[in-house]
């Protein structure tokens, strides 16, 4: 990806008076992001993964772009307080257990505004039990499993998410629902996170990459064949509002679905460098934080105060923070990025000098928004405001 000394430039010279750590979004990035996402989309509507962004202020921000429609959330409280903001659509992207939050869908406003994920009777049951027999319709979306289950499923690909994988299964869910009295099923999802969310060209790992894009070729004609039969099979069981499917790395594939109506993307609006790793598309960064360099160690070392903002999955090289700004720092092997202090080795490094700033960008995309009570809002080489995180506005639902 192209990195200019000019981005190093213009957030120095937006963000001088700041001292760090911080983080910003870089708006012209965020939004030229956004209009990438609606191209590849094609005219499907995108619905905003909240997970990835974090950030009410930014969520309505994407809400405004062209093409995009709608919310998913992550968690129930976290749907509840967006609906009370003035979301009125969203989408839970995962089954719920928060009685609490059950029990503030008896509000007319709330239960029309949120969507429930189910994959299991004994999650209807739950929330029959956390809410009285006369109540508003609770809406609830079928969540159909995406993984590709080769060998009768001793071989796996893919994210193990829901029970329901077959035609067959999907159709005996939604019949079970439409005959619970107080539901009814209007959506229906399945996440290809083995295709949307895995990059396909990692790195100096070429045939680790290959691997990767046979396998999710594989996946997606098995699994395209399969969504269409469970679409088709539930529609005539209910007349179905949406059927919402992929993500930041799989827009155009899932968009060119006939039974797809939605998609869902996030990361993509913020390009953490996750996807640095994807051949098919390269968000600009636009989401950063930034650390300053305290000692030198060595001559060809400059060490920062903290850094070690590390991402979640599988623990590995790649769920650390990439040093980006100036180009061409790398982490030490032996200490990664620290919980006081990284080390930083590279051409970069023997002209830094105590003092100076450290670009990096995040793993994954929500996740910074955990570390930071604001994001500073950049354009150009003006700082042009602040946005609160979740964290900021006094929340941390997951």
């Known amino acids: 990806m192209l990195v200019t000394h000019s981005d190093q430039q213009r957030y120095d010279h937006a963000t001088r008076g700041l001292d760090p750590p911080f983080a910003i979004v870089d708006l012209d ?8 996402l609606a191209r590849r989309a094609g005219g499907t509507p995108i619905r905003v993964a ?3 962004v974090r950030c009410r202020e930014l969520i309505v921000e994407a809400l405004k772009q062209p ?34 939050g059950i029990a503030e869908l008896a509000d007319p406003a709330l239960a029309g505004a949120i969507t429930l994920m189910v994959d299991d009777p004994a999650q209807l049951d739950l929330v029959d039990s956390a809410l009285p027999a006369v109540r508003p319709e609770i809406q609830v979306c079928l969540d159909l499993d995406a993984s590709w289950r080769m ?23 939604a019949r079970a629902i439409v005959a619970r009295r107080g539901f009814a099923l209007v959506g229906l999802m399945s996440y290809e996170g083995q295709i949307a969310g895995v990059g396909d060209a990692p790195p100096g790992r070429s045939l680790y990459g ?22 088709d099979a539930v529609r005539r069981v209910a007349p179905l509002r949406f059927v919402n499917a992929g993500g930041t790395g799989s827009a155009e594939l899932s968009a060119s679905e006939p039974a797809v109506t939605e998609i869902t993307a996030g990361s993509g609006l913020y390009g953490p460098a996750l996807f640095d790793a994807y051949r098919n598309w390269k968000p600009r960064p636009a989401a950063l934080f930034t650390a300053s360099v305290v000692r030198r ?8 105060h903290g850094g070690g903002w590390i991402a979640s999955g599988a623990t590995g090289k790649d769920r650390q923070p990439l040093p980006w700004l100036p180009a061409g720092l790398t982490l030490l092997g032996a200490e990664g990025a620290g919980e006081v202090q990284t080390p930083l080795r590279g051409p970069a490094a023997a002209a830094l000098k105590v003092g100076d700033r450290v670009w990096f960008r995040h793993a994954k995309a929500g996740e910074l928004c955990e570390r930071v009570s604001e994001l500073h809002l950049v354009e150009d080489d003006q700082l042009t405001g602040t946005a609160l995180t979740y964290r900021g506005e006094g929340h941390a639902f997951l």
Not at 297 to 304: C, N
């Open 29 to 36: 990035a965020f939004r030229a992001n956004a209009a990438d």
């Open 50 to 52: 909240s997970k990835s």
């Open 67 to 100: 093409g995009f429609s709608g919310v998913m959330g992550f968690t129930l409280p976290e749907a509840i307080w967006l609906a009370r903001h003035g979301v009125d659509d969203v989408l839970l992207g995962y089954p719920v257990a928060h009685r609490a």
């Open 151 to 173: 060998l009768g499923g001793r071989l796996h690909f893919g994210a193990r998410r829901s029970p329901v994988h077959s035609a067959a299964q999907a159709v005996a869910l």
């Open 210 to 231: 290959a691997a990767v894009r046979a396998l999710q070729r594989g996946s997606y004609r098995e699994l395209a064949a399969r969504r269409a039969e469970a679409v």
């Open 297 to 304: 160690p060595a001559p060809d070392i400059a060490t920062v």
